[in-house]
């Protein structure tokens, strides 16, 4: 089956402690991109990934790290965590770059973190 | 960069057909309109993209103006289960590799 993983899939966390989300996908796309979510204001990227070793930072950047080693898996990094964190994530693929909005992006279940 | 303006919110009731409009007034030529839906604490996923015209599939369809600045998400005899935010996706104007999402629709259904 299709599907974007993401794990954990909820996160408790207090200030300051490294974590890393994973992501992984099983369709060998080019494109992946992690979202955060937060009340009222709908879906922002973060950062995202256009191939192996090569990424971008998206519209809020600041507090996150990415690596893509492999074409599957697109790790979020929180290297020294803060409250203001604290929000739903989302990992997403696609089979090429948004291309102008082509590419339909597939999701993951999302990732709630709660950073104290 | 391109951005969307959706309602913020919308009530139906059951059985009837819901439009939900798009605004996209800096579409870039080559970008293409897409729709997601999420339910909470749910990833968005795609109901239904176009360019212009209209396209139509089993849950939706779309309708775009010759102008593309806006769009219209329109679905049929809408139930419960449609109770969702709706997002309304357009490329980042440049033919570029970021995405943008608005603030979506949130569509209420009554019984």
């Known amino acids: 089956e299709a599907q974007v993983t993401q794990n954990p899939r909820y996160l408790i966390t207090v200030t300051g402690k490294k974590l890393t989300v994973t992501c992984s996908q099983n369709?060998?796309?080019?494109?992946m991109s992690w979202y955060r979510q937060d009340p009222g204001l709908g879906l922002r990227q973060i950062y995202y990934s256009m191939n192996v070793e090569v990424t971008d930072k998206g519209d809020v950047p600041e507090g996150y790290k990415v690596s893509r080693k492999e074409k599957r898996n697109f790790p979020l990094i929180l290297e020294s965590p803060s409250p203001n964190q604290t929000s739903l994530y989302f990992c997403a693929s696609s089979l090429s770059t948004p291309g102008g909005g082509k590419n339909i992006q597939y999701f993951g279940a999302g990732t709630r973190l709660s950073v104290l | 960069l391109a951005k969307t303006t959706q309602p913020i919110s919308m009530d139906s009731y059951e059985g009837q057909e819901v439009n939900i409009t798009c605004s996209h007034n800096?579409?870039?030529?080559?970008?293409?309109i897409t729709w997601y839906q999420q339910f909470p604490s749910q990833g968005p996923r795609f109901i239904i993209q176009g360019y212009k015209t209209k396209v139509t599939n089993e849950v939706a369809s779309l309708f775009i103006p010759a102008d593309r600045k806006s769009s219209t998400l329109s679905l049929p005899r809408v139930s419960l289960s449609d109770t969702a935010v709706y997002y309304c996706l357009v490329g980042d104007g440049t033919g570029g590799f970021k995405t943008i999402f608005g603030a979506g629709t949130r569509l209420f259904v009554k019984a």
């Open positions: 800096n579409i870039a030529t080559n970008d293409y």
């Open positions: 369709m060998n796309h080019e494109y």
